[in-house]
Protein backbone atom coordinates (compact mmCIF):
# COMPACT_ATOMS: atom_id res chain seq x y z
CA UNK A 1 0.00 0.00 0.00
CA UNK A 2 2.86 2.37 0.78
CA UNK A 3 4.19 1.58 -2.69
CA UNK A 4 0.33 2.75 -4.24
CA UNK A 5 0.83 5.98 -1.63
CA UNK A 6 3.88 7.24 -3.03
CA UNK A 7 3.55 6.46 -6.59
CA UNK A 8 0.20 8.55 -5.95
CA UNK A 9 2.18 11.07 -5.03
CA UNK A 10 4.70 11.00 -7.67
CA UNK A 11 1.48 11.03 -10.29
CA UNK A 12 -0.29 13.98 -8.32
CA UNK A 13 2.82 16.46 -8.75
CA UNK A 14 3.30 15.49 -12.56
CA UNK A 15 -0.19 16.31 -13.20
CA UNK A 16 0.14 19.47 -11.00
CA UNK A 17 3.64 20.21 -12.90
CA UNK A 18 1.58 19.59 -16.37
CA UNK A 19 1.16 23.01 -17.44
CA UNK A 20 4.69 23.65 -17.36
CA UNK A 21 7.31 20.75 -17.40
CA UNK A 22 8.09 19.32 -20.80
CA UNK A 23 9.75 15.96 -19.93
CA UNK A 24 9.01 12.01 -20.52
CA UNK A 25 6.86 10.16 -17.79
CA UNK A 26 10.23 8.76 -15.69
CA UNK A 27 11.60 12.46 -15.02
CA UNK A 28 7.77 13.40 -14.39
CA UNK A 29 6.89 11.59 -11.86
CA UNK A 30 10.47 12.14 -9.55
CA UNK A 31 10.03 15.67 -10.23
CA UNK A 32 6.65 15.12 -9.54
CA UNK A 33 7.42 13.63 -6.28
CA UNK A 34 8.41 16.91 -4.52
CA UNK A 35 5.64 18.82 -5.78
CA UNK A 36 2.71 15.94 -5.14
CA UNK A 37 4.05 15.98 -1.54
CA UNK A 38 3.92 19.93 -1.45
CA UNK A 39 0.38 19.71 -2.53
CA UNK A 40 -1.10 16.51 -0.36
CA UNK A 41 0.31 18.13 2.76
CA UNK A 42 -0.54 21.55 1.66
CA UNK A 43 -4.24 20.23 1.46
CA UNK A 44 -4.62 17.82 4.52
CA UNK A 45 -3.69 21.76 6.44
CA UNK A 46 -6.17 23.47 4.54
CA UNK A 47 -9.14 20.48 4.89
CA UNK A 48 -8.02 21.29 8.66
CA UNK A 49 -8.33 24.56 8.74
CA UNK A 50 -11.75 24.28 6.75
CA UNK A 51 -12.91 21.40 9.06
CA UNK A 52 -12.88 18.98 6.18
CA UNK A 53 -12.55 15.50 7.75
CA UNK A 54 -8.89 13.29 6.80
CA UNK A 55 -10.66 10.27 4.81
CA UNK A 56 -8.83 8.69 1.87
CA UNK A 57 -11.92 9.38 -0.20
CA UNK A 58 -11.58 13.10 0.77
CA UNK A 59 -8.08 13.65 0.74
CA UNK A 60 -7.63 11.36 -2.94
CA UNK A 61 -10.82 12.17 -4.39
CA UNK A 62 -9.86 15.51 -6.17
CA UNK A 63 -6.93 13.87 -7.54
CA UNK A 64 -8.67 10.97 -8.88
CA UNK A 65 -10.70 13.72 -11.09
CA UNK A 66 -7.29 15.32 -12.44
CA UNK A 67 -5.91 12.03 -12.93
CA UNK A 68 -9.18 11.72 -15.57
CA UNK A 69 -8.82 15.26 -17.04
CA UNK A 70 -5.09 14.73 -17.25
CA UNK A 71 -5.56 11.12 -18.90
CA UNK A 72 -8.08 12.44 -21.32
CA UNK A 73 -5.86 15.43 -22.40
CA UNK A 74 -2.41 13.82 -22.65
CA UNK A 75 -1.00 13.16 -25.50
CA UNK A 76 1.47 9.94 -25.50
CA UNK A 77 4.89 11.23 -26.60
CA UNK A 78 6.70 8.70 -28.80
CA UNK A 79 9.74 7.66 -26.88
CA UNK A 80 13.08 8.34 -28.66
CA UNK A 81 15.31 5.45 -27.67
CA UNK A 82 19.54 6.24 -28.18
CA UNK A 83 21.74 3.47 -26.70
CA UNK A 84 23.87 5.04 -24.19
CA UNK A 85 27.52 6.28 -24.55
CA UNK A 86 30.16 4.93 -22.39
CA UNK A 87 30.29 7.36 -20.07
CA UNK A 88 26.61 7.42 -19.53
CA UNK A 89 26.61 3.56 -18.69
CA UNK A 90 29.84 4.50 -16.58
CA UNK A 91 27.89 6.89 -14.26
CA UNK A 92 24.89 4.51 -14.00
CA UNK A 93 27.37 1.55 -13.00
CA UNK A 94 28.47 3.95 -10.10
CA UNK A 95 24.86 4.89 -9.54
CA UNK A 96 23.76 1.33 -9.15
CA UNK A 97 26.61 0.50 -6.55
CA UNK A 98 26.13 3.29 -4.48
CA UNK A 99 22.13 2.76 -4.20
CA UNK A 100 23.42 -1.03 -3.33
CA UNK A 101 25.28 0.65 -0.23
CA UNK A 102 22.44 2.79 0.45
CA UNK A 103 18.93 1.44 -0.48
CA UNK A 104 18.84 -2.09 1.85
CA UNK A 105 20.39 -0.49 4.41
CA UNK A 106 17.59 1.88 4.92
CA UNK A 107 15.16 -0.75 4.56
CA UNK A 108 17.06 -2.70 7.40
CA UNK A 109 17.12 0.38 10.05
CA UNK A 110 14.14 0.89 11.82
CA UNK A 111 13.16 4.51 12.64
CA UNK A 112 15.64 5.79 15.32
CA UNK A 113 16.96 8.86 14.37
CA UNK A 114 16.61 11.85 16.97
CA UNK A 115 14.82 14.61 14.59
CA UNK A 116 12.68 11.97 12.91
CA UNK A 117 11.55 10.51 16.71
CA UNK A 118 11.49 13.79 18.29
CA UNK A 119 9.97 16.34 15.15
CA UNK A 120 9.14 15.66 12.13
CA UNK A 121 7.88 11.65 12.09
CA UNK A 122 6.41 12.20 15.44
CA UNK A 123 4.35 15.47 14.62
CA UNK A 124 2.98 13.38 11.55
CA UNK A 125 2.29 10.53 14.02
CA UNK A 126 0.48 12.79 16.28
CA UNK A 127 -2.11 14.39 13.35
CA UNK A 128 -2.92 11.05 12.07
CA UNK A 129 -3.70 9.63 15.37
CA UNK A 130 -5.52 13.07 16.44
CA UNK A 131 -7.03 13.51 13.02
CA UNK A 132 -5.66 16.60 12.64
CA UNK A 133 -3.01 19.14 13.87
CA UNK A 134 -5.02 21.12 16.27
CA UNK A 135 -4.55 18.50 19.29
CA UNK A 136 -0.84 17.99 18.98
CA UNK A 137 -0.38 21.82 18.65
CA UNK A 138 -2.28 22.89 21.85
CA UNK A 139 -0.03 20.30 23.56
CA UNK A 140 2.85 21.56 21.79
CA UNK A 141 4.45 22.80 25.04
CA UNK A 142 4.92 19.46 26.69
CA UNK A 143 7.03 18.23 23.52
CA UNK A 144 10.58 19.15 23.03
CA UNK A 145 10.32 19.38 19.12
CA UNK A 146 9.97 22.99 17.36
CA UNK A 147 6.25 23.27 16.80
CA UNK A 148 6.63 26.45 14.78
CA UNK A 149 8.59 24.62 11.57
CA UNK A 150 6.55 24.01 8.41
CA UNK A 151 4.51 20.96 8.11
CA UNK A 152 5.57 19.61 4.79
CA UNK A 153 7.25 16.28 5.56
CA UNK A 154 4.96 15.74 8.50
CA UNK A 155 1.45 16.51 7.17
CA UNK A 156 3.04 14.40 4.40
CA UNK A 157 4.00 11.80 6.55
CA UNK A 158 0.25 11.67 7.62
CA UNK A 159 -1.07 11.90 4.07
CA UNK A 160 0.87 8.04 4.25
CA UNK A 161 -0.85 6.88 7.56
CA UNK A 162 -3.87 7.80 6.16
CA UNK A 163 -3.04 5.73 2.85
CA UNK A 164 -1.86 2.76 4.95
CA UNK A 165 -4.30 2.93 7.79
CA UNK A 166 -1.77 2.60 10.67
CA UNK A 167 1.36 4.82 11.73
CA UNK A 168 3.71 2.67 9.92
CA UNK A 169 6.66 4.75 10.73
CA UNK A 170 9.34 2.39 9.05
CA UNK A 171 7.27 2.15 5.74
CA UNK A 172 6.59 6.32 5.95
CA UNK A 173 10.07 7.21 6.35
CA UNK A 174 10.58 6.10 2.90
CA UNK A 175 9.53 9.62 2.34
CA UNK A 176 13.47 10.72 2.20
CA UNK A 177 14.67 8.38 -0.33
CA UNK A 178 12.04 9.54 -3.00
CA UNK A 179 12.94 13.06 -2.11
CA UNK A 180 16.35 11.65 -3.02
CA UNK A 181 15.17 10.49 -6.12
CA UNK A 182 13.46 13.14 -7.35
CA UNK A 183 16.17 15.78 -6.40
CA UNK A 184 18.28 13.10 -8.83
CA UNK A 185 15.79 13.05 -11.46
CA UNK A 186 15.46 17.13 -11.00
CA UNK A 187 19.17 17.24 -11.02
CA UNK A 188 19.16 15.28 -14.79
CA UNK A 189 16.95 16.86 -16.04
CA UNK A 190 18.18 20.35 -15.61
CA UNK A 191 21.84 19.48 -16.58
CA UNK A 192 19.44 17.89 -20.10
CA UNK A 193 18.45 21.13 -20.38
CA UNK A 194 21.74 22.77 -20.26
CA UNK A 195 23.87 20.16 -21.59
CA UNK A 196 24.45 16.39 -23.04
CA UNK A 197 23.31 13.14 -21.77
CA UNK A 198 26.88 12.43 -20.83
CA UNK A 199 27.54 15.30 -19.05
CA UNK A 200 24.38 15.24 -17.19
CA UNK A 201 24.30 11.27 -16.50
CA UNK A 202 28.14 12.19 -15.05
CA UNK A 203 26.66 14.79 -12.90
CA UNK A 204 23.97 13.01 -11.91
CA UNK A 205 26.17 10.02 -10.70
CA UNK A 206 28.46 12.37 -9.11
CA UNK A 207 25.73 13.53 -7.01
CA UNK A 208 25.22 10.58 -5.71
CA UNK A 209 28.79 10.18 -4.94
CA UNK A 210 28.28 12.86 -2.35
CA UNK A 211 28.36 11.03 1.18
CA UNK A 212 26.53 13.35 3.12
CA UNK A 213 23.85 14.08 0.51
CA UNK A 214 23.21 10.20 0.53
CA UNK A 215 23.64 9.73 4.47
CA UNK A 216 21.34 12.50 5.32
CA UNK A 217 18.93 10.70 2.28
CA UNK A 218 18.91 7.40 3.99
CA UNK A 219 20.45 7.22 7.09
CA UNK A 220 18.24 10.10 8.32
CA UNK A 221 15.47 8.83 6.35
CA UNK A 222 12.53 10.60 7.80
CA UNK A 223 14.16 14.22 8.42
CA UNK A 224 12.97 17.05 6.63
CA UNK A 225 16.23 18.05 4.84
CA UNK A 226 15.98 15.39 1.42
CA UNK A 227 12.83 17.33 0.67
CA UNK A 228 13.75 21.02 1.05
CA UNK A 229 17.36 19.92 -1.01
CA UNK A 230 15.03 18.56 -4.07
CA UNK A 231 12.93 22.22 -3.63
CA UNK A 232 15.97 24.34 -3.35
CA UNK A 233 18.21 22.81 -6.48
CA UNK A 234 14.80 22.53 -8.29
CA UNK A 235 13.47 26.12 -7.76
CA UNK A 236 17.21 27.40 -8.30
CA UNK A 237 17.70 25.50 -11.69
CA UNK A 238 14.18 26.25 -12.84
CA UNK A 239 15.01 30.35 -12.09
CA UNK A 240 18.47 30.05 -13.86
CA UNK A 241 16.44 28.27 -16.98
CA UNK A 242 14.02 31.40 -16.58
CA UNK A 243 16.74 33.97 -16.84
CA UNK A 244 18.69 32.27 -19.80
CA UNK A 245 15.93 31.17 -21.75
CA UNK A 246 12.61 33.72 -21.04
CA UNK A 247 10.25 30.83 -20.45
CA UNK A 248 7.19 31.50 -18.61
CA UNK A 249 6.76 27.95 -17.29
CA UNK A 250 10.44 27.96 -16.23
CA UNK A 251 9.29 30.97 -14.12
CA UNK A 252 6.46 29.37 -12.99
CA UNK A 253 8.06 25.85 -11.83
CA UNK A 254 10.83 28.17 -9.64
CA UNK A 255 8.03 30.31 -7.85
CA UNK A 256 6.51 27.04 -7.28
CA UNK A 257 9.68 24.82 -6.37
CA UNK A 258 10.80 27.99 -4.08
CA UNK A 259 7.35 28.03 -2.47
CA UNK A 260 7.67 24.14 -1.41
CA UNK A 261 10.95 24.98 0.44
CA UNK A 262 9.74 27.53 2.07
CA UNK A 263 6.99 24.89 3.00
CA UNK A 264 9.55 22.65 3.97
CA UNK A 265 12.17 23.87 6.30
CA UNK A 266 12.99 27.34 7.64
CA UNK A 267 15.91 27.40 5.32
CA UNK A 268 13.86 27.45 2.61
CA UNK A 269 12.02 30.34 3.67
CA UNK A 270 15.83 31.69 3.44
CA UNK A 271 16.12 30.88 0.29
CA UNK A 272 12.75 31.54 -1.33
CA UNK A 273 13.39 35.32 0.33
CA UNK A 274 16.64 35.16 -2.39
CA UNK A 275 15.20 33.78 -5.00
CA UNK A 276 11.81 35.79 -5.04
CA UNK A 277 14.01 38.75 -4.58
CA UNK A 278 16.14 38.00 -7.38
CA UNK A 279 13.06 37.08 -9.54
CA UNK A 280 11.04 40.29 -8.53
CA UNK A 281 13.99 42.33 -8.97
CA UNK A 282 14.76 41.07 -13.01
CA UNK A 283 10.81 42.08 -13.58
CA UNK A 284 11.46 45.66 -12.55
CA UNK A 285 14.71 45.52 -14.06
CA UNK A 286 13.65 44.70 -17.40
CA UNK A 287 9.85 46.47 -16.68
CA UNK A 288 7.93 43.28 -17.75
CA UNK A 289 4.71 43.80 -15.99
CA UNK A 290 3.06 40.54 -17.33
CA UNK A 291 0.44 39.81 -14.78
CA UNK A 292 0.98 36.00 -15.30
CA UNK A 293 4.46 36.09 -14.10
CA UNK A 294 3.48 38.49 -11.02
CA UNK A 295 0.68 36.19 -10.24
CA UNK A 296 2.63 33.38 -9.59
CA UNK A 297 5.12 35.16 -7.68
CA UNK A 298 2.72 35.83 -5.13
CA UNK A 299 0.30 32.91 -5.54
CA UNK A 300 2.61 30.10 -4.89
CA UNK A 301 4.43 31.81 -1.75
CA UNK A 302 1.41 32.80 -0.11
CA UNK A 303 0.19 29.42 -0.80
CA UNK A 304 3.35 27.70 0.92
CA UNK A 305 3.26 30.17 4.03
CA UNK A 306 0.08 32.16 4.58
CA UNK A 307 -2.13 28.69 5.97
CA UNK A 308 0.71 27.63 7.70
CA UNK A 309 0.61 31.41 9.90
CA UNK A 310 -2.61 31.40 9.65
CA UNK A 311 -2.82 28.11 11.44
CA UNK A 312 -0.12 28.67 14.13
CA UNK A 313 -1.97 31.83 14.88
CA UNK A 314 -5.07 30.06 15.30
CA UNK A 315 -3.37 27.64 17.50
CA UNK A 316 -1.13 30.24 19.61
CA UNK A 317 2.09 28.62 18.64
CA UNK A 318 5.46 30.84 19.17
CA UNK A 319 8.94 30.09 17.50
CA UNK A 320 10.55 28.53 20.93
CA UNK A 321 13.73 30.03 22.40
CA UNK A 322 14.51 32.89 23.85
CA UNK A 323 16.89 35.18 21.86
CA UNK A 324 19.47 37.25 24.37
CA UNK A 325 21.79 39.69 24.03
CA UNK A 326 24.47 37.63 25.81
CA UNK A 327 23.71 34.58 23.79
CA UNK A 328 23.87 36.88 20.67
CA UNK A 329 27.64 38.17 21.80
CA UNK A 330 28.55 34.68 22.27
CA UNK A 331 27.79 33.88 18.76
CA UNK A 332 29.02 36.90 17.82
CA UNK A 333 32.13 36.68 19.62
CA UNK A 334 32.92 32.73 18.20
CA UNK A 335 31.90 33.76 14.61
CA UNK A 336 35.11 33.78 13.42
CA UNK A 337 35.75 30.36 14.15
CA UNK A 338 32.57 29.41 13.49
CA UNK A 339 33.20 30.62 9.80
CA UNK A 340 36.38 28.71 9.44
CA UNK A 341 34.19 25.28 10.74
CA UNK A 342 32.14 25.96 8.30
CA UNK A 343 34.36 26.35 5.32
CA UNK A 344 36.44 23.68 6.66
CA UNK A 345 33.08 21.20 6.57
CA UNK A 346 32.37 22.38 3.40
CA UNK A 347 35.83 21.87 1.92
CA UNK A 348 36.41 18.16 3.11
CA UNK A 349 36.24 15.90 0.78
CA UNK A 350 35.02 12.75 2.73
CA UNK A 351 32.03 14.77 3.20
CA UNK A 352 31.52 16.65 0.16
CA UNK A 353 33.40 15.44 -2.10
CA UNK A 354 34.90 18.13 -4.10
CA UNK A 355 31.36 19.73 -5.24
CA UNK A 356 32.38 23.61 -3.35
CA UNK A 357 35.99 23.58 -4.84
CA UNK A 358 34.45 22.98 -7.85
CA UNK A 359 31.87 25.68 -7.45
CA UNK A 360 35.03 28.54 -6.98
CA UNK A 361 36.37 26.89 -10.01
CA UNK A 362 32.89 27.24 -12.21
CA UNK A 363 33.02 30.77 -10.84
CA UNK A 364 36.56 31.69 -12.29
CA UNK A 365 35.97 29.85 -15.52
CA UNK A 366 32.48 30.54 -16.56
CA UNK A 367 33.45 33.04 -18.94
CA UNK A 368 36.23 31.20 -21.00
CA UNK A 369 33.53 28.42 -21.23
CA UNK A 370 31.32 30.63 -23.12
CA UNK A 371 28.19 31.64 -20.34
CA UNK A 372 27.42 34.84 -19.71
CA UNK A 373 27.28 37.20 -16.33
CA UNK A 374 23.70 35.31 -15.99
CA UNK A 375 25.16 31.84 -14.79
CA UNK A 376 26.47 33.76 -11.46
CA UNK A 377 22.93 33.55 -10.40
CA UNK A 378 23.40 29.87 -9.19
CA UNK A 379 26.57 30.92 -7.23
CA UNK A 380 24.87 33.55 -5.51
CA UNK A 381 22.17 31.44 -4.52
CA UNK A 382 24.81 29.01 -3.31
CA UNK A 383 26.13 32.40 -1.34
CA UNK A 384 22.72 33.59 -0.10
CA UNK A 385 22.14 30.42 1.90
CA UNK A 386 25.40 30.16 3.44
CA UNK A 387 24.63 33.41 4.60
CA UNK A 388 21.33 32.03 5.92
CA UNK A 389 23.22 29.35 7.41
CA UNK A 390 25.68 31.81 8.73
CA UNK A 391 22.92 34.61 10.19
CA UNK A 392 20.70 31.48 11.50
CA UNK A 393 23.70 30.32 13.48
CA UNK A 394 24.48 33.59 14.76
CA UNK A 395 21.02 34.76 16.38
CA UNK A 396 19.99 30.97 16.74
CA UNK A 397 18.26 31.37 20.79
CA UNK A 398 21.10 28.39 21.36
CA UNK A 399 24.93 27.48 21.84
CA UNK A 400 26.73 27.86 18.35
CA UNK A 401 28.68 25.25 18.87
CA UNK A 402 26.13 23.15 19.71
CA UNK A 403 24.19 24.17 16.02
CA UNK A 404 27.16 23.13 14.26
CA UNK A 405 28.10 20.09 15.75
CA UNK A 406 24.24 18.78 15.22
CA UNK A 407 22.86 20.33 12.46
CA UNK A 408 25.91 22.02 9.56
CA UNK A 409 26.89 18.99 7.57
CA UNK A 410 23.20 18.34 7.13
CA UNK A 411 22.72 22.30 6.18
CA UNK A 412 25.43 22.16 3.65
CA UNK A 413 24.25 19.42 2.48
CA UNK A 414 21.12 21.09 1.29
CA UNK A 415 23.47 23.63 -0.82
CA UNK A 416 25.87 20.79 -2.71
CA UNK A 417 23.27 20.01 -5.37
CA UNK A 418 23.34 23.68 -6.04
CA UNK A 419 27.12 23.96 -5.95
CA UNK A 420 27.60 20.74 -8.38
CA UNK A 421 24.73 21.83 -10.35
CA UNK A 422 27.03 25.67 -10.93
CA UNK A 423 29.81 23.74 -12.07
CA UNK A 424 28.22 21.22 -13.88
CA UNK A 425 26.13 24.07 -16.09
CA UNK A 426 29.62 25.33 -16.75
CA UNK A 427 31.10 22.09 -17.83
CA UNK A 428 28.04 21.17 -19.93
CA UNK A 429 28.76 24.54 -21.57
CA UNK A 430 32.24 23.83 -22.14
CA UNK A 431 31.64 20.10 -23.45
CA UNK A 432 29.13 20.98 -25.61
CA UNK A 433 30.92 23.86 -27.57
CA UNK A 434 33.89 21.51 -27.72
CA UNK A 435 31.43 18.66 -29.17
CA UNK A 436 29.85 21.02 -31.59
CA UNK A 437 33.88 21.68 -32.98
CA UNK A 438 34.22 18.08 -33.52
CA UNK A 439 30.98 18.12 -35.42
CA UNK A 440 31.54 21.06 -37.44
CA UNK A 441 32.58 19.75 -41.19
CA UNK A 442 36.62 20.76 -41.58
CA UNK A 443 37.06 23.63 -43.33
CA UNK A 444 38.20 22.95 -46.84
CA UNK A 445 41.86 22.51 -47.80
CA UNK A 446 43.69 24.99 -49.44
CA UNK A 447 44.19 23.96 -53.41
CA UNK A 448 47.19 22.88 -54.14
CA UNK A 449 49.55 24.88 -56.83
CA UNK A 450 49.97 21.57 -59.81
CA UNK A 451 53.24 21.50 -60.75
CA UNK A 452 54.08 19.56 -63.70
CA UNK B 1 42.88 13.67 -32.37
CA UNK B 2 43.19 13.24 -28.22
CA UNK B 3 43.33 17.04 -28.60
CA UNK B 4 39.70 17.36 -29.96
CA UNK B 5 38.25 14.66 -27.76
CA UNK B 6 39.97 16.51 -24.97
CA UNK B 7 36.65 17.58 -23.45
CA UNK B 8 36.07 14.02 -23.69
CA UNK B 9 39.03 13.11 -21.49
CA UNK B 10 38.62 15.70 -18.82
CA UNK B 11 34.82 14.07 -18.48
CA UNK B 12 36.21 10.97 -17.60
CA UNK B 13 38.94 11.93 -15.70
CA UNK B 14 36.97 14.38 -13.44
CA UNK B 15 34.61 11.58 -12.89
CA UNK B 16 37.26 9.17 -12.16
CA UNK B 17 38.45 11.88 -9.69
CA UNK B 18 35.48 11.96 -7.81
CA UNK B 19 34.76 7.96 -7.90
CA UNK B 20 38.22 7.75 -6.03
CA UNK B 21 37.53 10.28 -3.31
CA UNK B 22 33.92 8.90 -2.80
CA UNK B 23 34.99 5.34 -2.59
CA UNK B 24 36.54 5.00 1.12
CA UNK B 25 32.91 6.11 2.20
CA UNK B 26 31.22 3.98 0.44
CA UNK B 27 33.44 0.82 1.19
CA UNK B 28 32.45 1.94 4.97
CA UNK B 29 28.70 2.06 4.06
CA UNK B 30 29.18 -1.37 2.73
CA UNK B 31 30.50 -2.76 5.77
CA UNK B 32 28.07 -0.82 8.27
CA UNK B 33 25.44 -2.25 6.09
CA UNK B 34 26.93 -5.63 6.22
CA UNK B 35 27.55 -5.69 10.06
CA UNK B 36 24.12 -4.36 10.53
CA UNK B 37 22.41 -7.48 8.49
CA UNK B 38 24.51 -9.71 10.78
CA UNK B 39 22.76 -8.44 13.53
CA UNK B 40 19.43 -7.47 12.54
CA UNK B 41 18.63 -9.21 9.46
CA UNK B 42 15.91 -11.66 9.33
CA UNK B 43 14.11 -9.99 12.31
CA UNK B 44 10.73 -8.37 12.26
CA UNK B 45 10.44 -4.52 12.13
CA UNK B 46 9.35 -4.59 16.18
CA UNK B 47 11.96 -6.83 17.35
CA UNK B 48 14.49 -4.38 15.00
CA UNK B 49 12.95 -1.17 16.86
CA UNK B 50 13.45 -3.01 20.03
CA UNK B 51 17.38 -3.81 19.16
CA UNK B 52 18.29 -0.86 17.84
CA UNK B 53 16.34 1.96 20.14
CA UNK B 54 17.27 -0.53 23.77
CA UNK B 55 15.75 -0.34 26.18
CA UNK B 56 13.11 2.66 25.17
CA UNK B 57 10.81 0.63 22.72
CA UNK B 58 11.02 -2.40 24.99
CA UNK B 59 9.68 -0.15 28.32
CA UNK B 60 7.36 2.03 25.98
CA UNK B 61 5.76 -1.50 24.66
CA UNK B 62 4.77 -2.35 28.08
CA UNK B 63 3.47 0.35 29.04
CA UNK B 64 1.15 1.19 25.83
CA UNK B 65 0.10 -2.40 27.29
CA UNK B 66 -0.83 -1.34 30.44
CA UNK B 67 -2.33 1.73 30.17
CA UNK B 68 -5.18 3.34 28.42
CA UNK B 69 -4.64 5.63 24.83
CA UNK B 70 -5.53 8.93 27.21
CA UNK B 71 -3.70 8.13 29.97
CA UNK B 72 -0.99 10.37 31.91
CA UNK B 73 2.18 8.24 32.92
CA UNK B 74 4.46 9.86 35.23
CA UNK B 75 8.35 8.28 34.34
CA UNK B 76 10.64 7.79 37.59
CA UNK B 77 13.82 7.08 35.68
CA UNK B 78 16.50 5.98 37.02
CA UNK B 79 18.77 7.29 33.75
CA UNK B 80 21.42 9.93 33.49
CA UNK B 81 20.63 13.55 33.31
CA UNK B 82 21.08 13.45 29.07
CA UNK B 83 19.23 10.49 29.16
CA UNK B 84 16.35 11.42 30.51
CA UNK B 85 15.47 14.03 27.21
CA UNK B 86 16.14 11.07 25.11
CA UNK B 87 13.67 9.09 26.89
CA UNK B 88 11.47 11.67 27.40
CA UNK B 89 11.08 12.35 23.21
CA UNK B 90 11.13 8.28 22.84
CA UNK B 91 8.22 7.69 24.84
CA UNK B 92 6.18 10.90 23.40
CA UNK B 93 6.58 9.38 20.57
CA UNK B 94 5.89 5.30 21.63
CA UNK B 95 3.32 6.21 23.54
CA UNK B 96 1.28 9.29 22.04
CA UNK B 97 -1.74 10.60 22.97
CA UNK B 98 -1.02 9.56 26.18
CA UNK B 99 0.43 12.32 28.31
CA UNK B 100 4.62 11.26 29.28
CA UNK B 101 6.89 13.08 31.94
CA UNK B 102 9.64 11.73 32.58
CA UNK B 103 11.97 12.43 35.85
CA UNK B 104 15.00 11.10 37.57
CA UNK B 105 13.31 12.02 41.04
CA UNK B 106 11.82 9.39 43.40
CA UNK B 107 9.95 12.47 44.68
CA UNK B 108 8.84 13.84 41.62
CA UNK B 109 5.17 14.78 40.84
CA UNK B 110 2.65 15.38 38.01
CA UNK B 111 -0.92 16.92 38.03
CA UNK B 112 -3.11 14.28 37.14
CA UNK B 113 -1.31 11.98 36.17
CA UNK B 114 -2.58 8.67 37.75
CA UNK B 115 -0.34 6.11 36.45
CA UNK B 116 3.37 5.96 37.39
CA UNK B 117 6.26 3.82 36.21
CA UNK B 118 9.46 3.07 38.12
CA UNK B 119 12.02 2.53 34.69
CA UNK B 120 15.21 1.37 35.36
CA UNK B 121 18.11 2.28 32.37
CA UNK B 122 20.34 -0.35 30.96
CA UNK B 123 23.34 -0.68 33.25
CA UNK B 124 24.95 -0.41 29.56
CA UNK B 125 23.61 3.05 29.23
CA UNK B 126 24.15 3.92 32.97
CA UNK B 127 28.09 3.07 32.27
CA UNK B 128 27.89 5.54 29.59
CA UNK B 129 26.38 8.21 31.62
CA UNK B 130 25.93 8.19 35.40
CA UNK B 131 22.83 8.28 37.58
CA UNK B 132 23.03 12.21 38.84
CA UNK B 133 18.86 12.75 39.70
CA UNK B 134 17.72 12.03 43.16
CA UNK B 135 16.92 8.57 44.13
CA UNK B 136 15.78 7.36 47.72
CA UNK B 137 14.67 4.26 47.46
CA UNK B 138 12.73 4.28 50.85
CA UNK B 139 10.91 7.02 49.88
CA UNK B 140 10.34 4.87 46.40
CA UNK B 141 8.75 1.89 48.87
CA UNK B 142 6.71 4.08 50.71
CA UNK B 143 4.92 5.73 47.73
CA UNK B 144 4.48 2.70 46.04
CA UNK B 145 3.12 1.07 48.74
CA UNK B 146 -0.22 3.47 48.15
CA UNK B 147 -0.37 2.33 44.62
CA UNK B 148 -1.61 -0.66 42.76
CA UNK B 149 1.14 -2.48 41.07
CA UNK B 150 -0.62 -3.40 37.24
CA UNK B 151 2.34 -4.55 35.37
CA UNK B 152 6.11 -5.50 36.04
CA UNK B 153 8.46 -6.22 33.17
CA UNK B 154 12.01 -5.58 32.48
CA UNK B 155 13.29 -2.42 33.07
CA UNK B 156 9.70 -0.93 34.61
CA UNK B 157 7.36 -1.23 37.08
CA UNK B 158 4.07 0.13 36.36
CA UNK B 159 1.33 1.43 38.91
CA UNK B 160 -1.86 3.29 38.70
CA UNK B 161 -3.58 5.24 41.93
CA UNK B 162 -6.16 3.04 43.76
CA UNK B 163 -9.67 4.14 42.52
Known amino acids: MIWLALLFTAAAGWVLLRPWLRSGPVIGLCVGFTAGAAALSLQLLLYDLARIPWRRWTVLGPWVVAFGVFLYKRRPAR ?30 MPLNEWDAVMLWMFKGKAFYLDGGVAPYLRRAQEFLANPAYPLLVPLYSTFLYICVGAPADHAAKLL ?7 LLGGFY ?26 FVAFHYAGYADTAVTAAIVLGAGFLYAWWREEHHADFALAALFASIAAWGKNEGQFFLAGAGALAAGRLLWRRQWNWRLW ?9 AVAPW ?5 LYGIRRPGQLSTEIVQTNVASYLPTLKALIEHAFAPSVFNLAFPMLLLAVALHRRAGLDAKFLLLPALVAWQMLGVAWVYITGPISLQWMIGSSLDRVLSQIVPLALLSAAVVFASYYDRAEARLAAPAPPAKAKKRVR | MLRAQAHRVLLAALFGVWVLVAWPKLGEQFASLEDWQRKLGGRSIEERAAMVDYPAYLVAEQVRQATPAGACVLFLAYTGPEHVN ?17 QANTAAAADNCPYLAVFRDSAQNLQVEAFHGAWDDEQLRQRLAHLEKVHAGPHVEIYRARP
Open chain 1, 79 to 108: PRWRWPQPMELAALAFAVVALMAWVPYERL
Open chain 1, 189 to 214: YLLRRFGSRPVAAVFTAMLLGVYMLS
Open chain 2, 86 to 102: YYKTRFDYYLYPRRVVV
Open chain 1, 309 to 313: VAARG
Open chain 1, 295 to 303: TRLAVFPLL
Open chain 1, 176 to 182: SPCFFAS
